[in-house]
């Protein structure tokens, strides 16, 4: 009886054991398929945001601004959501005057100046009328959201303005997708060096080079290729790829900004708004310090 017992036992640990065994083969197989999953979902989704891109931006006009204002009422929202301001009854502020910027756009004006001093004022206001539960932290933050979701946000649109805007205002997205694409290939085959080993472990200066110089290279080759269909259309490509890779600079820093703030907060994306991606200011993190460095170096130094 005891030696059917042992027998019994044995059996059973075996049997255990195999499907130990056989639980640790089959769970890779389960994580490399949610992974490949995710892969498609995130490729299908960039591709329908380049192909919205592909539509808008050459329409330009009112198309591109109504486009641009929704872009920035949802990175609005992610910050808010992100600082837990979504629930007070001063959130709908940096709404209004965000609202009120892409009017002013709308009829061709320029109020930026204007309006952040306004804004900042009535944030003021409601800081010492409601001391010492607002505190000054909560102000900045505030006050944060309006260059950032708004005024930064638009110039996309506003480049799209400028004279040949149709295609310059892809030197946007060259200097901060094409560049970061370039830096990320770079810092794989090359990177030793981190560059911010805290804030974000995997950028190093050599990939950040690699950025730098890639967007150099890609800008360059687009003014040769638009001289030559457009016969002469830039009057100097190599300015052109100097404004870029100086604006590819900072595209790093937008990437680094948006990363920071998330850490500081707790969250790993601003929203799920684009599947695989996370949210608007996930994926136009870079391209929000972009637009603005490529609109003014535009209007100011290529000519």
Known sequence: MIKGNSQMEKQNETEEIKNREGSVKTAPKGQNEKKLSSFFVRLASGIILLLLLFIILPAGGNLLLFFNFILSIFACYELLHCFSFHKEKMSILPYLFISL??????????????????????????YVLFYPEKTIREICLYFLILPYAGIMFSYLYQTRGVMHGKILVWLIFLSSWAADTCAYAVGILFGKHKMTP?????????GAIGGVLGSFLLTYLYGLYNNQVYDGFFHSPVKLAISVAFASLFSIVGDLTASGIKRDFGIKDYSNLIPGHGGILDRFDSALFTAPIIYFALVLFVK
């Open 198 to 206: 805290v804030l974000s472990p995997k950028k190093t200066w050599e």
């Open 101 to 126: 910027h892409y009017l002013a756009l709308f009829y061709g004006k320029h109020f930026e100046m204007v309006l952040m001093l306004v804004y900042f004022i009535l944030l003021c206001v409601d």
